[in-house]
């Protein structure tokens, strides 16, 4: 194919915005996917993706237009927790659908893809979808569209993807409109961008990849140039939307390679594929490697599944390198896995899939971040779990995970939302106004965000508010361990990292909810809140209360006292020896709604 007749795009929107049926439109209208084998989001292969109306894993495709152009598409994902995977499929791209829902308008992740896309320096045509519905405001949302991207309001498409209606002017204005592939003017060392990996239990890793220089045969030897992998190149080819082996993959195309590598983590995202004959000498820029920084514990509701767990989330870690565990004891849930995530989505997806695919029931502790944490003797460690922190006399500082935020949202809820911003503990940095549109940037320690803030947003802004964030810094505040004692015995796997000023707020709240969630015993049961040993908050389950006169009739009134302190000696003994049966839910009661 000559690299002329190559583009290269994709399609960048905010969750819901009609991105993956864009994308579908686009295979009928191409004749890539015949009639009888279309169905509604084609490039999303997981039913949770299905039922979410979201894409999870980024999928490209390979389309003939006019029997004369070769267009490469890729759909990304739409939520913040994979930036990462989105700035690399930009990387790969030259061009980008930048789609906007005509009912919504502008928000969070569409602002952020702009300007990933914008750094990338891509051309980016502006589509406006579901015109066809009569709630769309199509000359609000193309006035915003225009003031974001400096454009006329005449260069939009406006287009209903469900329908069809104008997505045959999209696909003239990516062959008009976005430019071929560079490639390099004489032969050069092969270098390809990985935009994504997974691992086929068949076939082993394979690799979806941009061909910058160069070229990659079938059976070449290959390295990666970060992790330093070795392995065989043993199928190249494009996807259609299934899998097409070719010879080889030249510069400026898009496509896979069948890998003999045994897992995703050889393989990161964003690593540079180099032939071992001839190696590149510099990688191609932009890789780094993606931390968790969200961590909850994963045990299994019975021990005997232990087993299970583990070789599950073993399996789904060669298909995700983003995600990272570790063995965790818990003296109440028994053994299990500290598990690192993306973000929130991220952490519901693996526990989904667990559950669905694999079968198992699961209790997942609260969320929480990883702290910095520096010692008296000016040892530093890394904490993921609030149970892990040292002796307070021991600890020098403690520094949180600070992320840069922007709120998108319309005009009228902007008072609402700056209360809740520094309710969180944030700073607002910057306001400006798109149109009707308000966009709030600030500061605030993620831990904070972590649970119900999302809700919350979505709560005061009738739905119409959008969330997008990034990792600052780690920045030293006053925190401390916050434990919680059910019948006087501490639950490490409730235990969190809070700032001074919350911990008794939280913990008030944090007992209440538990005390609606733990079922009453045949014994009184104390919950309380601590720090540092120091009791600061305190609930209390009453117990049920048998009445044990039931059968005496008549007499003298010392039988029923008689009867009674008998019993009350045997709710002491209970409380002493008795066992707190405490239920899954209390485990993550932080992500409970006060309401819920």
């Given amino acids: 194919m000559d690299a002329k007749k190559i583009r290269n795009f994709c399609i960048i929107a905010h969750i819901d915005h009609g991105k993956s049926t864009l994308a579908d439109r686009l295979l009928e209208l191409t004749g890539t996917v015949a009639h009888r084998d279309m169905k509604e989001q084609l490039l999303d292969r997981m039913d949770l993706e299905r039922e979410k109306g979201i894409t999870i894993k980024l999928a490209p495709v390979r389309m003939k237009y006019l029997e004369v152009y070769e267009l490469n598409l890729i759909d990304t994902p739409g939520h913040v927790d994979f930036s990462y995977e989105v700035s690399r499929s930009l990387a790969a791209c030259e061009g980008a659908l930048l789609v906007v829902d005509a009912t919504q308008g502008i928000q969070a992740q569409t602002l952020a893809n702009v300007y990933l896309a914008m750094a990338a320096d891509l051309t980016i045509i502006p589509v406006l979808n579901k015109i066809d519905l009569p709630a769309a405001d199509p000359k609000r949302v193309s006035s915003e569209i225009a003031d974001l991207l400096g454009c006329g309001e005449d260069e939009i498409l406006p287009i209903s993807a469900k329908t069809g209606q104008g997505v045959d002017k999209v696909l003239q204005r990516i062959v008009s409109d976005i430019p ?9 060392a092969a270098r390809a961008l990985v935009f994504d990996s ?19 045969a079938k059976n070449s030897p290959i390295k990666m140039m970060a992790s330093g992998a070795v392995g065989l190149a043993l199928e190249v080819g494009a996807l259609t939307p299934g899998m097409m082996p070719l010879e080889q993959l030249q510069a400026g195309e898009i496509g896979y390679i069948v890998t003999n590598l045994k897992t995703a983590r050889e393989a ?16 191609l820029p932009g890789y780094k490697e993606v931390l968790p920084f969200v961590y909850a514990g994963f045990f299994p509701e019975s021990n005997e599944d232990y087993q299970a ?20 004891n818990s003296p109440v849930l028994g053994f299990g896995f500290r598990v690192g995530f993306l973000g929130l989505l991220h952490l519901d997806i693996v526990r989904e899939r667990l559950e669905r695919e694999y079968g198992l029931e699961l209790v997942v502790t609260n969320p929480s971040t990883d702290y910095h944490v520096r010692l008296n003797n000016n040892e530093d460690l890394d904490i993921k779990s609030a149970a892990d922190l040292p002796d307070p006399t021991k600890v020098q500082e403690i520094r949180e995970p600070w992320i840069k935020g922007e709120i998108v949202l319309p005009k009228k809820y902007i008072g609402q939302v700056l209360t809740l911003v520094v ?22 320690p993620l831990a904070n965000l972590l649970t119900d803030f999302y809700d919350q947003l979505k709560s005061l802004t009738s739905g119409y508010g959008s969330f997008n964030y990034e990792l600052a810094d780690y920045r030293p505040e006053d925190l401390v ?43 009184k049961v104390s919950l309380q809140a601590a ?3 120091k009791i600061i908050a305190r609930e209390d389950i009453n117990s049920y209360r048998k009445d044990v006169t039931t059968g005496l009739y008549g007499g003298d009134v010392s039988r029923k006292r008689k009867v009674l302190e008998k019993q009350k000696r045997g709710k002491k003994r209970l409380k002493r020896f008795g066992k707190v049966d405490i239920p899954s839910e209390a485990f993550f009661v932080m992500m409970r709604r006060p309401d819920s």
């Fill in 531 to 533: 720090i540092n040993g």
């Fill in 309 to 328: 767990l583990k070789e599950a989330i073993n399996k789904l870690a060669l298909n995700d390198s983003a995600l990272q565990f570790s063995s965790e």
């Fill in 180 to 188: 071929s592939p560079k490639t390099p003017a004489e032969p050069a």
């Fill in 423 to 444: 309710q969180k503990r944030g700073r607002q940095s910057n306001l400006s106004y798109v149109k009707d549109q308000v966009v709030i940037s600030f500061e605030a």
């Fill in 198 to 216: 997974y691992f086929d239990d068949y076939r082993g890793v394979i690799l979806y990849v941009r061909i910058v220089d160069g070229l990659i």
């Fill in 268 to 283: 990161h995202v964003g690593d540079t594929i180099t032939l071992v004959s001839h190696q590149a000498d510099t990688p």
């Fill in 481 to 523: 361990r916050l434990d919680f004692l059910v019948a006087g015995e501490r639950i490490d796997a409730l235990s969190v990292i809070v700032h001074q000023q919350e911990a008794l707020s939280l913990g008030r709240e944090i007992l209440a909810k538990l005390r609606d969630i733990i079922p009453r015993q045949n014994f």
